[in-house]
């Protein structure tokens, strides 16, 4: 393992404010995103999706690591740059999602288990001699009436340990996904619980696993009220809680903490995050960032919808998503900002 190596690209990948972007949507996933804004489910509507977003200027501005699926990782842009060279020439970090997928734990009704370590050392290996200089693996914990189970968490977070040791074994930095689903009537404060228990078994597996946390990034779900929860609390109480949960189970070493969306609402997933950098600034141990999927590319999805004519309109609406994102990173966010328009260069 390279030490060094690992600590400069995690450095890399959260340098300067920025944060990451998550896209690597399996193809089941982007296609139900197409799906829901009438967009053909091909491999050419999903390569030129994924051109519109690597491509709009100004993007490595605030975007330090994208995440790549296998697909989108051999694909190339209409003029036939690869896109691992289009995103490495603008100095934006290259990872890639490694997980083969969320399965049915068996013996635990509605509790899932990430699968993948077969074979993982190799595809690492072929990936990295790809450009890759990060991965990404997706843990998934369900809440509910006895969820989730301690099997569940343990299962999940050895795997995860497991995966990020091969990961740096490999050379790449890896971005541990711990994310406690919104599905649910639970409370804030249910979740604050639930999300203590998968944060401490996760480091705990990790110390085991000997990996280097200064040489890995946590990607972890921000701590909100079940979707259905009759009390919906206020942005400041769940940056508190979000937070000092971080604050008691994550060492000071990591690298980095860059959270993913959920389903949140972009303004509303930015502004979160904006009230946790802005009320906790001088005691924070780590980089504390995004790594959103929807909440950067919703917006821009919409407008796109596969037309052809639309695609500077919706590089421009990714570019503000990701410079609020940043700003927001930066505890400089204010609701003021989704009104400016934001130029592009050359649009
Ligand atoms: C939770 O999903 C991750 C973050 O996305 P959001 O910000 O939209 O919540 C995301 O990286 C996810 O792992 C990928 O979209 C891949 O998901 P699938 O379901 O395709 O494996």
Request: glycine share 8%; charged share 20%; aromatic share 4%.
């Amino acid at each position: 393992m390279n030490t060094h190596e690992l600590v400069d690209t995690a450095r890399q990948m959260l340098a300067n404010g920025k944060g990451l972007l998550a896209m690597d949507e399996s193809t089941p996933t982007c296609n139900e995103r197409f799906a829901a804004v009438g967009i053909e489910p091909t491999e050419a509507a999903r390569r030129g999706w994924r051109e519109l977003i690597i491509t709009t200027p100004g993007l490595a501005e605030s975007i330090g690591g994208v995440i790549l699926y296998d697909e989108t990782i051999y694909q190339r842009c209409t003029d036939g740059r690869p896109f691992v060279q289009v995103l490495t020439d603008a100095g934006i970090v290259v990872g890639i999602k490694v997980d083969t997928g969320a399965k049915a734990l068996a013996g635990h009704n509605g509790e899932k288990i990430t699968e993948g370590l077969d074979g993982l050392r190799e595809r690492l290996q072929g990936y990295a001699a790809l450009g890759a200089r990060f991965a990404k693996w997706r843990a998934v914990i369900s809440m509910g009436a006895g969820l989730p189970s301690p099997a569940c968490i343990t299962a999940n977070a050895h795997a995860l340990a497991r995966y990020a040791a091969l990961c740096q074994e490999v050379g790449l930095v890896p971005v541990v996904e711990p994310e406690v689903l919104m599905s649910g009537d639970h409370s804030l404060q249910r979740c604050a619980e639930v999300s203590a228990l998968v944060l401490h078994e996760v480091f705990e597996q990790l110390h085991v696993q000997d990996v280097l946390l200064e040489g890995m990034v946590l990607k972890p779900s921000m701590l909100l009220p079940g979707l259905n929860c009759s009390h919906q609390d206020n942005i400041d109480e769940v940056a508190d809680t979000t937070v000092t949960a971080l604050l008691r189970a994550v060492p000071a070493a990591v690298a980095g903490i860059a959270f993913l969306s959920g389903g949140q609402s972009a303004e509303l997933a930015t502004a979160r995050l904006n009230a946790m950098n802005r009320r906790f600034k001088s005691r924070l141990p780590w980089a504390l960032t995004f790594s959103f999927a929807r909440a950067i590319q919703q917006a821009a999805l919409d407008i796109w919808r596969g037309e052809p004519g639309k695609v500077k309109q919706a590089q421009r609406a990714l570019q503000h998503r990701a410079t609020c994102n940043r700003a927001a990173r930066l505890g400089d966010y204010s609701a003021a900002m989704e009104n400016l328009a934001i130029p592009i260069s050359g649009v």
